[in-house]
């Protein structure tokens, strides 16, 4: 068969019973990729932020748990400390750490805490973003500099303070997640200056792939379509985004935090070892849906 053959059910049939009867290790795989029911058993990693159990940041969390990592939960102040400690208790699955990204010190603290807990790390997600309020309605052009500077800065910047803080604790070959939305290439209603603080996030990936892919770290974005949560909240309209694109996806179950949390194990997991850089999408395909 040349590739080029329509597929016809013999060829189809021909072809798969013939590579079901190569053995995984004759196919140059690394070994013990395929044949791992816990994707993540022996990795330790972060979590940067959790609000409450509808925050995406909990759902990869839990995901990334029941495949067996060790999970270290960022609480940005006391009170989502408060909140998040009852979802942990008596798990020793996970630990738990505070630090609120603005602050260098914190920053710091966060580094020397996790050495003092782990040594090292195999992963970091980065699950955080803000804007202000009036900068997630109305008109992107009247978006205040000051406005700017806060969405740009906590939503993207801390991305880069993270990488780079935490870089020296991480295992080669690990892996970092950022998490990201379609408003970042589309304007998206009333997502505004988020948007541009997601476009600048994805092209940071990208750089970051660039700069830590010599030790085998790969640096990837998912990009979730609309859920409830309470950052998903600050964007008015966000029921009537999440309806519409429920509608128009061309995969008509629901979808949620539960299927970030799946993508996130692939991207954590060795399984994409020859990934980085990258935008994968979790919205049931409509963000190629046409008209
Ligand atoms: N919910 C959605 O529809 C959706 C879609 C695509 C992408 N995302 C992205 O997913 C990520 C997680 O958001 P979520 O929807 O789970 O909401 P969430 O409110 O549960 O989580 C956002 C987190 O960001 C943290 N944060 C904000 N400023 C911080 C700071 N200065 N320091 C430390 N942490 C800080 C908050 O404490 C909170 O835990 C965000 O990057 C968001 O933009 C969400």
């Avoid at 021909?14 to 022996?42: C, E, F, V, W």
Wanted: aromatic share 8%.
């Amino acid at each position: 068969m040349t590739g080029f053959e329509p597929a016809t059910s013999s060829s189809r049939t021909r072809r798969s019973t013939k590579l079901s009867h190569i053995p995984i290790a004759d196919k140059g795989y690394p070994k013990g990729i395929y044949n791992q029911a816990m994707l993540l058993q022996g990795k330790k990693g972060l979590v940067l932020s959790v609000t409450n159990d509808r925050s995406i940041g909990w759902a990869i969390a839990e995901a990334a748990t029941s495949h067996g990592a060790v999970v270290g939960i960022g609480v940005q102040n006391e009170k989502t400390r408060e909140r998040v400690e009852p979802l942990v208790e008596g798990r020793s699955d996970y630990r738990m750490f505070q630090c609120d990204f603005m602050f260098d010190d914190q920053v710091e603290a966060l580094v020397e805490a996790v050495k003092a807990e782990f040594g090292s790390i195999d992963f970091f997600v980065h699950s955080a973003a803000y804007a202000n309020k009036e900068d997630l309605m109305g008109q992107f052009i009247d978006t205040s500099e000051e406005g700017f500077k806060t969405a740009l800065t906590i939503s993207a910047y801390s991305l880069v303070k993270l990488a780079r803080a935490l870089a020296p604790i991480m295992n080669d070959d690990g892996s970092i997640v950022a998490l990201s939305y379609l408003g970042s290439v589309r304007a998206a209603s009333n997502y505004n200056v988020m948007g541009v603080a997601k476009a600048a996030l994805e092209s940071e990936v990208r750089y970051l792939a660039a700069d830590l892919g010599g030790r085998g770290i790969r640096v990837n974005t998912l990009s979730p379509g609309p859920i409830n949560t309470v950052a998903a909240r600050g964007v008015k309209g966000l029921i009537e985004m999440i309806d519409h694109v429920h509608e128009r996806a061309p995969l008509k179950r629901p979808f949620g935090a539960e299927e970030v949390g799946g993508s996130a194990v692939y991207l954590l997991s060795d399984l994409s070892r020859g990934v980085t850089g990258q935008i994968i999408f979790i919205d049931n395909g409509y963000n190629i849906a046409g008209v």
